[in-house]
């Protein structure tokens, strides 16, 4: 096994690409360590990775899965996983753990949370750290997917943070976004972004069991009133709200066919296949941004610069106005020579 792992890193980018595409887990696993890397000396063969694997993604469905901490999370996706296997698909499960601010170090628990679904040949989970990452994804989740459907993954599940509104950039790089919900309807139809309600394709109440069935019956009725408010989306679908208990298996088929019923009626109108042009376009622009940055903090002139010009800042002798001009003047000053 030791004698693996270290082929497998001086694998060149066509060894990876062949193991990839065999399924190889162990592969897969190292190509998305890879393309997670910082290091500059890994980021050249990661690139060409990912554009070998490119031809051989865009055939699976990619489902965002969101809602606050506590609400069910990893035991729906466990039984969700399980369900969809048994439909004979192959599942991705890229986990999102919340990176501490202060350390930068992350939990990455998520495989101990889904015991039975780690154990299925046909389930790979993958737990990544956001690291200082907004939006509640990590910063290669959309690399991560376009690797997992070159590995043969039929759907691919992100769950992210659950941190509020701003997590709703998982919608950029996913089909359906699936927002888990608790019963306790007037405080928790309150609590709600509007910029997630805008996004959702389908709340489900998750916990629907014993003495909370009632309350999550009101709750639906609650949600579906919300649901009405807004207008039909661009795509011709109108949000759904079901009720369900991932820990005793009910709701989780119901919960399949609508997400099947989505993919069939926005292929069928051309609405699929247009949303993913668009998110590629947005992937682009992102990943100018994330270079444009890589590249101004790793310039030597603004490192060697930037540890004055802060300490300026503090002490009120420079306005952070004209500080982030001074450095990005030393950036292209830099670059022009």
Known sequence: MDNKRKNIKNATVSEFLENILLGDIT???????????????????????????????????????????????????????????????????????????????????????MEKLTKEKNAFIRPSPTGNQLGGVAKKTKESIVLCEAAGYDVILIETVGVGQSETIVNSMVDFFLLLKLAGAGDELQGIKRGIMELTDTIIINKADNENIKEAELAKIEFESALQLYPIKENAWRPKVITCSALKNIGI?????????????????GTFYENRTSQNKSWLLKTIDQQLKDNFYANPKVQTNLTRILQSVENNKISPFEAANELIEIYFKKKEE
């Open 27 to 113: 592969y897969l696993s190292k190509a998305i360590t890879l393309i997670e890397s910082s290091k500059k000396a890994d980021y050249k063969k990661a690139s060409e990775l990912l554009e070998a694997c490119l031809p051989y993604a865009n055939n699976s469905v990619r489902i965002g899965i969101t809602g606050v901490p506590g609400v069910g999370k990893s035991t729906f996706i466990e039984a969700f996983g399980i369900h969809l296997i048994k439909l004979k698909k192959k599942i991705a499960v890229l986990t999102i753990d919340p990176s501490s601010t202060i350390n930068k170090g992350s939990i990455l628990g998520d495989k101990t949370r």
């Open 253 to 269: 088929d119901k919960a399949w066919q609508i997400i099947s019923d989505f993919v069939q009626i926005t292929k069928d109108n």
